[in-house]
């Protein structure tokens, strides 16, 4: 009795939306973890939120929009009820900060990526004043070293770990060196630590993340480690199966790493490594700093090390300047190289960025280029699965599919498998034989246990 009369000890919920990449997928589980040590246990349902956090991303068309139409809805769900703490994070709050509380005053704290160590004293503030609060640092250090000391407690089978953020580049197009700010890298040996930990939970694979991740550098007593390090030394734990990293920078694909795909029997022997562009002339434009000839010489030396691997990409269409000739050189690349999986999407704008006032190819125009290299992308995709037909593949199993008997797992190449299975086969790696397929799934049936490493 007494404790349902006591606020206080009246159990706290937290509702986290998220949109965009992985590595806001991994930044809303710490976030989760952060909040619960004020007391937020996390919900699942939106109803029942005493904390509402929509945890943002900018790199698609219209970003700043979602975001009010999210509190939109937001607003209306619990117009008769009690209102939540309305929290916009992510990358929308870094680029847009205060602008986003004068126009949507509902919202009530705005904190980008580099502040989430400051996320408490921010709802704790709010709670006691009753003022906004806006935390948009770049305290990128601190906030590490604030989640150093909170457990991962993360046990998906397929676990993110977050290495290096921000970026240096300044592509002309991108907002991430104004959203998540300069290049970072984490620490080597707390990586490691939280790697154990996650493993220890339960993780069997896990795709190491950054924004610029193979430009990973961390010095400490004159050592310098590196992704390939990392990638080394997670080789050694036995537990773990499978090593992912995503996403590359082409310059920043060094020979120590290359090496890496013929010395680790973990490594995945798929890259994704974005190109944007098959044109010389846009890349310069885009600030991309390689060339299409150095691009194509970086799949060559993988390919020689490990035949095995597949590489998938993002292509930017209709870029500023781009001619029928400039898109027809990306057309080529798409060709040669033949990715098994790839975004593309048409250029659009983003305030702040270098190339924010070009002027924009013509609708129409781009409309048709994106069709053109999607259909591409997308035969090229279905025909790549329909090869895997009647063949086994290791697929390393995540999770069991709701009501059904069937099972989720992903190929070495990340394309999902539904299958049937049996009992007790989540986190292993087993054989499937490949019975159908489309463009994005593989289906099939387990032929046998496989406990082994993938190969
Ligand atoms: S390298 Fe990647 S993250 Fe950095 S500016 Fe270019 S596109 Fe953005």
Do not use: W
């Amino acid at each position: 009795m007494g404790l349902k009369k006591n606020p206080k000890l009246m159990s706290k919920k937290v509702f986290i939306k998220t949109f965009g990449c992985q590595m806001n997928e991994y930044d809303s589980n710490r976030i989760y973890e952060a909040v619960s040590k004020i007391g937020y246990k996390k919900t699942q349902i939106f109803d029942e939120a005493n904390c509402y956090i929509l945890n943002t991303c900018h790199i698609r068309d219209k970003a700043k929009e979602k975001v009010y139409h999210e509190i939109g809805r937001v607003k209306k769900n619990f117009k008769s009820k009690k209102k939540p703490v309305v929290i916009v994070a992510g990358c929308v709050a870094q680029a847009e900060n205060n602008e986003i509380i004068k126009r949507e005053p509902y919202i009530d704290i705005v904190i980008g990526p580099q502040s989430y160590h400051k996320i408490n004293d921010a709802i704790i503030n709010h709670l006691k004043k009753n003022e906004k609060e806006e935390q948009t640092d770049f305290d990128t250090f601190l906030k590490f070293d604030y989640f150093d000391k909170i457990k991962n407690n993360n046990s998906k089978v397929s676990s993110f770990l977050t290495i290096q953020e921000g970026c240096d580049k300044f592509c002309k197009f991108c907002v991430v060196p104004y959203t998540r700010g300069p290049e970072y890298s984490r620490s080597f040996y707390r990586i490691i630590d939280e790697a154990k930990q996650l493993i220890k939970n339960g993780s069997k694979e896990i795709t190491l993340l950054g924004q610029n991740v193979n430009a990973y550098l961390y010095e400490e007593k004159n050592k310098r480690f590196r992704l390939s390090d990392l990638i080394m030394t997670l080789e050694e734990f036995s537990e773990l199966k499978r090593i992912r990293y995503t996403t590359s920078h082409p310059i920043d694909m060094t020979d120590d790493l290359i090496e890496c795909y013929g010395k680790s029997k973990k490594l995945v022997p798929f890259i994704h490594l974005p190109v944007q562009s098959g044109s010389n002339k846009i890349l310069k434009l885009m600030n991309r700093k390689h060339t299409v000839e150095y691009y194509l010489s970086i799949c060559e030396k993988l390919k020689k090390i490990n035949t095995k691997i597949e590489f998938s990409s993002d292509f930017i269409i209709a870029y500023p300047g781009e001619t029928e000739k400039d898109f027809e050189d990306t057309m080529k690349l798409v060709k040669k190289i033949k990715f098994i999986n790839s975004y593309s999407f048409i250029y659009s704008s983003r305030p702040g960025t270098a190339a924010s006032n070009l002027e924009l190819i013509d609708d129409n125009i781009a409309k048709k280029r994106l069709k053109l290299i999607q259909n591409e992308l997308f035969s090229h995709q279905s025909l790549k699965n329909k090869i895997i037909e009647n063949t086994l593949v290791n697929v390393l199993v995540e999770n069991k599919i709701r009501n059904q008997n069937k099972f989720f797992g992903r190929t070495e190449q990340m394309t999902a498998v539904i299958f049937n299975g049996e009992k007790n086969i989540e986190g292993k790696i087993v054989q499937v034989l490949i019975k159908s397929s489309n463009q994005n799934n593989l289906f099939g049936e387990i032929k046998l246990n496989k406990n082994t490493n993938a190969a």
